[in-house]
């Protein structure tokens, strides 16, 4: 009973002190609110109602008021930036680093700020210069970061490499994916410098980085083929199945070459006919199609096409199997076929994309870097339709 007794004393007190703090930070916030310029209601009120050059205007008048409101010149200088006004908002993040006054935490966070302004602006030497002063403190993991943006832009590689392990000892997640990616853009430049031993030292170092790496082994069985060894070159491309087989329309005209080569088509063939049936795709259809017609005749390759669109029917695949089917026909169906052909390949030619699956940038080539986020490997190496083709 003693027990219940004291609970009964406790709450209230509880509630009481709990009533009286509130109090203290309404009355506290209400002679904070009344100290502020009435422009920096109004700029909030601007920004609410999403009408940014207004607000930059209140702001610039609190600004005015009192020089001394740091977070309202770091709100400035990005308003300023995120318009496209960089010399502006360069301005304010430089006179913020003008002031001898300015913490610490303060001077990092406004030099943080002032490179990403030169960023935007593209002047990548001045943005560099200043995010490497940020070697410590709260900032520097993010000025780490948008060096490698930096170098990659500038496709220094060698620096987007390092960048990206110090990244990861500052406790960053892996960019083993990069630093892959990154090895294998060193080996294109030594490829195009007819250096092969370097290329191959390259795919090696991507490879270990990343087993996974598609590209480093399409690229080794390029060093391969360009030596002569095809069968290297094959067994290589092969691999891509095991690895990741969205990416095989990337080598079955490389495989159907070097066959060719070895005088091995029938191995071409069969090998591709395989894979239209295993991973249906317009892309291996059109390789296989055009092998398979030439090694084993129209009606082999009209039985493939037909195949592919029972199992995954679309335009393309359309376009495809009515030209096999006009191969074959006679007078006056072979005039219709290829009149049906011709206007749906004229509506689709346009169609079919590859498409990033970041930010769905869309390209006629497929790229290993996005043009649109610059994500690395989020294009799926196969060109799809809209859902909605009449766009």
Known sequence: MDLDFWWLLVIPVAFAFGWMAARYDLK???????????????????????????????????????????????????????RGETDRAIRVHQNLLSRSDLPVSERDHALYELGQDFLKAGLLDRAEETFKQLQSGDYALGAQRALLTIYEI????????????????????SLDKEIAQFH?????????????DEARRQLGLALKANPQNVRATILTGDVDAAAGAHESAIAQWRRVEDQNATYLPLVAEKITKACEALGRQGEAADLLTTWVDRYPSNDLLDVAYQ????????????????????????????????????????????GELELMRSLIRQRTKNLPRYTCQNCGFRARLFYWQCPGCSGWETYAPRRVEPINASN
Not at 188 to 195: D, S
Not at 297 to 313: E, T, V
């Open 28 to 82: 506290a916030l209400l002679s904070e609110s009344a100290n502020l310029p009435r422009s920096y209601f109004r700029g909030l009120n601007f920004l609410l109602n999403e009408q940014p050059d207004q607000a930059i205007d209140a702001f610039i008048e609190v600004v005015k008021l009192d020089p001394e409101t740091i977070e309202l010149h770091f709100a400035l200088g990005n308003l300023f930036r995120r």
């Open 154 to 173: 500038e496709k220094d590689w060698v620096k987007c490499i390092d960048t990206a392990k110090h990244l990861e000892t500052m406790g960053a997640e």
């Open 184 to 196: 294998c853009e060193l080996a294109q430049e030594a490829l195009q410098q007819k250096k092969p």
């Open 291 to 334: 092998h398979v017609a030439a090694l084993r005749g129209q009606d082999a390759a009209h039985a493939l096409a037909r195949a592919q669109m029972q199992k995954s029917p679309n335009l393309a695949g359309m376009t495809r199997l009515l030209e096999a089917q006009q191969e074959t026909a006679e007078e006056p169906r072979r």
